[in-house]
């Protein structure tokens, strides 16, 4: 009889296991996507973070679910901590308001020029950073920082602040299209831009004129010696508690990190290892 009945409980617990992994490939993956933040995602499903999200959601069996978001500083907030969706794509590494995943990507700011001016872009100590008359950035970037540095801010203050892509209403932020300051350089109205690399790849290839990207070293201090980053890690955002969930997707990562670079560099993203090789850009 007892060895009936522990036949009985295995068979239960087997039934049971499978009607929670039944249950679990049914639910679907909820992920918070930018409703119109390019290249990044947009609610057509266009980003390249919409194309790696709908990859994650088919390695884990399940349905992919875009929960949308207009607001970049409250999201975690108002989406993630209150259960809206499961993960955000595309948080540093470490991100305080989330648990992170292993990072599915590494990359760096770049100078972007014509390929035709044919610039010595190595560092920040290139004469052409000094004799541009126009440079292309986005403020509270590293390239404000170093652009303070090397003494070149104040004098772009003016041209920087014709390139905001609209003022929204009171309590919400000032954007700035990373498609309009790559065109700033392609139209020739700038000499440079200073940017993000994997948010100015799909614009670089896209341009009509011949553009370079050149990644930027990682080794740039400021005035007073304190390290000033340029090379950053891309990683996936889970709610706080959902360990079972993070150790799934770092699996994902580890064990399809070949398909994952594939779709990163189909984008023409900047692909570097920690010490600042270049792994892959088109």
């Not at 009607?19 to 266009?46: H, I, R, T, W």
């Not at 700011?109 to 920040?124: C, G, K, M």
């Not at 303070?148 to 920087?160: E, H, K, L, T, V």
């Amino acid at each position: 009889m007892k060895k009936q009945t522990t036949s009985y409980l295995a068979l239960l617990c087997l039934v049971m296991a499978g009607f929670n992994q039944a249950q679990a490939e049914d639910k679907p993956l909820k992920v918070c996507s930018a409703e119109n933040e390019m290249p990044y995602s947009n609610k057509d499903g266009e980003g390249f973070e919409n194309k790696l999200a709908k990859f994650i959601a088919q390695q884990l069996g399940r349905k992919l679910e875009e929960v949308s978001w207009k607001d970049p500083r409250y999201f975690i907030r108002d989406f993630v901590d209150k259960g809206l969706c499961d993960v955000v794509m595309g948080v540093d590494q470490g991100d305080p308001r989330v648990l992170t995943t292993e990072p599915y990507y590494r990359s760096g700011y770049v100078f972007i020029s014509r390929s035709n001016d044919s610039f010595d872009l190595q560092n920040w100590d290139s004469e052409v950073l000094r004799k541009a008359q126009k440079i292309a950035f986005v403020p509270a970037t590293p390239a404000e920082t170093m652009l303070r540095a090397i003494g070149r801010y104040n004098d772009m203050f003016n041209y920087q602040q014709e390139l905001v892509g609209y003022k929204s209403k009171r309590n919400e932020y000032v954007k700035y299209e990373t498609d309009k300051l790559v065109n700033e350089v392609a139209s020739g109205k700038a000499q440079l831009a200073i940017l993000w690399g994997p948010a100015a790849a799909r614009y670089v290839k896209a341009a009509s004129t011949p553009l370079t990207m050149t990644v930027i070293p990682d080794n740039n201090k400021r005035a007073d010696g304190e390290k000033v980053g340029f090379h950053y890690s891309t990683s996936i955002g889970v709610r706080k508690g959902e360990t079972a969930l993070l150790a799934e997707l770092n699996k994902i990562i580890k064990n399809k990190q070949s398909e994952i670079g594939e779709l990163l560099a189909a984008e023409g993203i900047p692909l570097l290892n920690e010490s600042g090789d270049t792994l892959s850009m088109n």
